[in-house]
């Protein structure tokens, strides 16, 4: 069964410093997103990504962050200047339609620790 | 304010048949009910979804009455494999974020 895969599974870095998360969607899906999860805490929306473009955004999703799909197959979320409370799991997920009929897929995520 | 309610915890023996009732009293004529569970340290995993009636899969099903005020999920014959969180979602046509409660922790007794 077609997966999507995130790397690095887990990335420490200095606060102040950028992140770059990486991930591979599904390949004929087309549309993307980012989640992240706070050490027990809810799974929280950040950005929903089509057509070379941010459709939907969260008050998460500041200037601090962006999204890029750099080609055909990598979905990247960067992160300037970490925060310590930028420490979560993220999770990317794809679909292959934006609508509620078409279940999003995610990857085991990565975990990110700002030290 | 959560769209769905679900107990926070349950717990089950191995063998048995465990379902997990949500509730959702708001849900719109085009919505959705989507099921995920979660294991720790890993992502969401989807499970089943539905509109109306019953859906049924590999590991689960899912009955939704006709007045689509709540759904229940079915787990026959539940393992220690199956403990983890549950998620319902009332999955927005057409608004492509998933909005996550805290789900339901179900415990797997041996």
């Known amino acids: 069964e077609p997966e999507v895969t995130q790397t690095p599974s887990h990335q420490v870095t200095q606060m102040g410093q950028e992140v770059i998360l990486r991930c591979v969607p599904i390949s004929n899906h087309l549309y993307f997103y980012w989640y992240r999860q706070i050490l027990g805490q809810k799974v929280e929306f950040l950005v929903s990504f089509y057509n070379n473009e941010i459709s939907e955004k969260s008050e998460i999703f500041d200037d601090q962050f962006s999204v890029e799909r750099p080609d055909g197959s990598n979905f990247t979320l960067k992160i300037r200047s970490t925060k310590l409370e930028d420490s979560a799991m993220y999770f990317c997920a794809s679909s292959s339609q934006g609508v509620s009929d078409q279940p999003q897929h995610f990857g085991d995520g990565t975990r990110l620790s700002i030290l | 304010l959560a769209k769905t309610t679900q107990p926070i915890s349950m717990d089950s023996y191995e063998g048995q048949e465990v379902n997990i009732t949500c509730s959702h009293n708001?849900?719109?004529?085009?919505?959705?009910i989507t099921w995920y569970q979660q294991f720790p340290s890993q992502g969401p995993r989807f499970i089943i979804q539905?509109?109306?009636t019953k859906v049924t899969n590999e590991v689960a099903s899912l009955f939704i009455p006709a007045d689509r005020k709540s759904s229940t999920l079915s787990l026959p014959r539940v393992s220690l494999s199956d403990t983890a969180v549950y998620y319902c979602?009332?999955?927005?046509?057409?608004?492509?974020?998933?909005?996550f409660g805290t789900g339901t922790r179900l415990t797997i007794i041996p």
């Open positions: 979602l009332d999955a927005d046509f057409g608004n492509e974020k998933l909005t």
């Open positions: 708001n849900i719109a004529t085009n919505d959705y």
């Open positions: 539905g509109y109306k």
